[in-house]
């Protein structure tokens, strides 16, 4: 049993280390694959840029244009423009050179001790460096490629078969830089002519676009930034040599404490070791051999077999702490593996799920709902002006306010949810179990909120907010892609209609949606056709009925559709960037019935206008404005009283509160509408001269029959009278009410009770009157007497 279990125990260690070598070693293969092609990804799109355009491109835009590329691309030494220059047009060639301020440039040669340069001689074509990412004064400008044989053979390679060329290079006369580098090219062919053929291809070449790579400081860098420590050792080898070949480069762990030999591949092949090549462009590039770094964590060590062997005394309690310490084990490596796995299936700046995996997820999900599954929702989502932060406060705080994101998100969602992100600022959540729009929509506003909270990253307090785009699973939904370009759709319209906000994507917001672009087109003649009218609703004084001001609302007589309630069509003009000339109309229509008024000597004390939050927010020069249309027809500032929502309020008096002081400094009445309802807050009325609070409807509808709707009244009443804040009650349609409000200490009130809103006409008869007689007689307290 001790010797079984001993060979169990050697076999099992030997398997499970032999795994995780390999899986890391794959894992580390495909992640320098893929920087390699995002690297040569970079030079293709240089030779985009050359042939995307048919004029010539200018060393200026070559400068623009690369300069970005290599701001994250260490290993990218130099990126260059390599024109092919004939025999008669060198001299051309050379002024045009030093014109473009390169001093003394000319066509030359570098001799074999790769230092010296010298004139080249005369040729039938040259193919010089004349652009590149380097200083003017470099050595490199005018070096002719063809002069250096390995280089020209990879030149006539490339251009003959129009692919990706690749040759060795060993030091660096830009730099000086020594040790094993590439240069990459690729053929640039002339616009309009063939390159189909061999002969088409030589004859229509007019140059390359080239990248000079050190292959150590890639490899480095790639490993360095995307890779956990691990104790593999990397050897790269020329793929077409000799096994016996020393290595080109060999990256040792940094578990490593011992210096490595430059062990051949004949060498490793020996031992336990993993091998693949590496392609550029389909073409081998280095043959990548690894092999578990001497005494690291990936080695096989003898030492529990000879403890189980020698312990036959006691081996059941040997075999028992094996079976534990082999689980233990067993579970490190699962988990090791989980890891090697993870690093290509997540975002590395936040560590949630990338675009792959959760596309994958999103075809599981949606394989199950077809098979009877609960419906499920994809959440798609920006950060509105992520752009303006990263321009600011520059990209590291950009990304640290992704990771706060990430972070928020993720505690925000169920373990069944999946959170990616996408790339930028651009995530996605795929909810699982939403079984209606509700469920959908309380966790988009979920995630608004909590976006919305601030961020304090480095010192600096950071805003932002997100916009959501949902589509939730139907039995008519295509596919998972159309999924995604349904929430697409969806946020893309959630930023029309004015960012912060969720939208769902659906049959029948499309139609509402239909329905309000048909609104918004209407609405564009209505001024032109004079189809907006003003109504007046009176504001009275509860014991005598006096009229003491007038509130403007308006109204959109519709030839079709008759009078249309500003509930439907000012959403609209909000969102179709409308509001503010419908909010001046208003203004200015109020001023000018208001002259009239003055002028016939039966004018109220005030008239009350109420102002959109995006009017508000979207004119910067309101208070100018407000001014001109005051001073246009002879208005005094205090006769006007602006009327804004509680949520209005706090956003303008955190955002705005400069345009606030300036309408207050202009002389006009401040009042919050829908009072108690909204965001309620003592800091509002204690900090900023408020003159009126307009108590919500929503409260005096139950006053005289809700205790809790009383007290809130009162409380209302009792604290505008303690502020020196003036109290007005919305919405009051029974004596009941009004007898209510009286006894509480209110003193003016408007409401169905006494008027409903009426046309200029009607008010003008009213306000000849002076009073209002309520609808259901006359207003008395009891043990009082009413004027």
Known sequence: MSVTAGVMTAKRDARNAAIQFRAIAENHFLILQSGLNEYLGRLAAVRALFNSSEDVITRQKFEEFTQPLLVYSSGIVTMSWVPRILGPARSAHERLGASQGIKDYRIKWRLSDNKTMVTAPERSEYYPIFYATLPKASPLYGLDLFSEPPTRAELEQARDTGQLGFSPIHSLVSTGETGVGYLFSLPIYRHGLPHDTV????????????????????????????????GLDLFFFDPHASPKTQPLYLHPSPLQTQPIAALTQADLSSSQHWSRTLMAAGQPWLTMVARPTPGGPLTVTDDRPWIVTSSFLVITLLVTVYLWASGQHALRMIVANKRVSDLART???????????????????????????????????????????????????????????????????????????????????????????????????????????????????????????????????????????????????????????????????????????????????????????????????????????????????????????????????????????????????????????????????????????????????????VAASLNRCSIAPQAIEIELTESMLMDITEQHNDRFEKLRQLGLRIAIDDFGTGYSSLNYLANYPINRVKIAQELVAGADSDSRSAAVVRAAIRLGHELGIEVIAEGVETEGQAQFLLSAGCEHAQGFYFSRPVNAEEATALLRAGWIKPIRGPLRLVKSTAA
């Open 199 to 230: 002969e088409d291809r030589r004859r229509n070449i007019v140059g390359f676009v080239h990248g000079s790579i050190l292959t150590a400081k890639l490899i480095d860098t790639i490993i360095a930034t995307t890779i956990s420590p691990t």
């Open 347 to 625: 975002d590395a700046l936040t560590s949630l799920a990338n675009r792959r995996v959760f596309v994958e997820r999103l075809n599981e999900a949606f394989a199950a709902c077809r098979r009877g599954a609960k419906p499920i929702a994809v959440l798609y989502f920006d950060l509105d002006h992520f752009k303006d932060i990263n321009d600011t406060l520059g990209h590291p705080v950009g990304d640290a306010l992704l990771r706060q994101v990430a972070n928020r998100v993720t505690g925000a969602t169920r373990e069944t949810d999946v959170v990616a992100r996408f790339g930028g600022d651009e995530f996605a959540i795929l909810q699982s179990d939403a079984n209606d729009l509700s469920a959908a929509g309380a966790l988009a506003a979920k995630i608004a909120k909590i976006l919305a909270e601030p961020y304090l990253i480095d010192g600096n307090e950071v805003h932002i907010t997100p916009s959501i785009g949902i589509a939730r699973y139907t039995s008519e939904t295509s596919g998972p892609d159309a999924m995604m370009i349904q929430a697409d759709l969806a946020l893309y319209r959630a930023k029309e209609e004015g960012r912060n906000c969720f939208r769902f994507h659906s049959a029948d917001l499309d139609r509402q949606v239909q329905e309000r672009v048909t609104i918004a087109d209407e609405l564009r003649g209505a001024l032109e056709r004079s189809e907006l009218e003003l109504y007046y609703q009176p504001q009275v004084e509860l014991r005598s009925g006096q009229i003491i001001g007038l509130e403007a609302l308006l109204r959109w007589n519709h030839p079709v559709r008759g009078q249309i309630s500003p509930a439907v069509f000012i959403p609209v003009a909000e969102r179709s960037g409308q509001i503010q000339v419908l909010g001046q109309w208003v203004l200015d229509a109020a001023c000018r019935q208001l002259r009239t008024w003055l002028d016939q000597r039966i004018a109220p004390q005030l008239v009350g206008v109420n102002f959109s939050a995006l009017h508000f927010k979207g004119s910067p020069e309101l208070d100018c404005d």
